[in-house]
């Protein structure tokens, strides 16, 4: 394998270890054993496990379609209704696998220092953010709007928690939470509360025609 290689085999061995054992419990031994380096190797790519946490996150973002889609969308009431639906979509739809792992990763964050969680934090505020927050201007110039109190930053926060809540309520297989509807009917009825939340009128949302967002998933994966 080439340095690269190598590099990516060393992130993907960490990722599982993080999310099963957390961030104190799991060792650079056991990550290199488990990308089948050595781990002076393992020292030379990532000079702290707190470095392999920052390359977990930015390879989970890179050169991933959906998120190409995300960033270079015009700030408008549909795309706002579109990035929310993508959203829900990306991280409900996509609930096995890599997404999974990512998803309990999170979670052990959450119960440990939270440094990994305070990383994906940061992300979110300079590179979702603001794109949410333009479209919500945009709508709010449009009159599409009601009227809300205070700024963007929290409505921002709830809408990205009811996501990441109804995935984590998938990660024993099944939901642990008895919603009605299948994956999909779910997608659409969070997604419609969010925007509702946000303070998007009910007569926009009727009149908007989601796109599909399957695509983007398939290309992802």
């Given at each position: 394998m080439d340095n690269e290689e190598r590099r990516g085999a060393i992130v993907a061995a960490a990722v599982p270890l993080f999310a099963r054992k957390g961030f104190a419990g799991t060792t650079t031994k056991e990550i290199a054993e488990a990308a089948t380096v050595s781990e002076a190797l393992v020292f030379k790519h990532f000079p702290s496990k707190a470095a392999l946490y920052e390359e977990i996150l930015h390879q989970g973002c890179r050169g991933d379609p959906g998120f190409e889609h995300l960033v270079n969308v015009e700030p408008s009431t549909g795309n706002l209704i579109d990035l929310v639906h993508f959203m829900m979509h990306h991280s409900l739809e996509r609930a096995g696998d890599e997404m999974s792992t990512r998803h309990r990763l999170m979670v052990r964050s959450f119960i440990e220092d939270g440094e990994y969680a305070r990383l994906v934090c940061e992300w979110m505020v300079e590179k979702i953010y603001p794109k949410i927050a333009d479209c919500l201007r945009a709508a709010q110039a449009a009159g599409?709007?009601?009227?809300?109190?205070?700024?963007?930053?929290?409505?921002?926060?709830?809408?990205?928690?009811?996501?990441?809540?109804?995935?984590?309520?998938?990660?024993?297989?099944?939901?642990?939470?008895p919603y009605r509807g299948n994956v999909a009917e779910v997608i659409a009825e969070a997604a419609r509360f969010v925007l509702r939340g946000l303070g998007v009128k009910d007569s926009v949302l009727a009149a908007h025609r989601v796109k599909d967002f399957t695509r983007h998933s398939a290309a992802a994966e």
């Open positions: 599409d709007l009601l009227e809300q109190p205070g700024g963007f930053e929290n409505p921002f926060w709830f809408a990205h928690h009811v996501a990441a809540m109804v995935a984590y309520a998938r990660l024993p297989g099944a939901s642990v939470v």
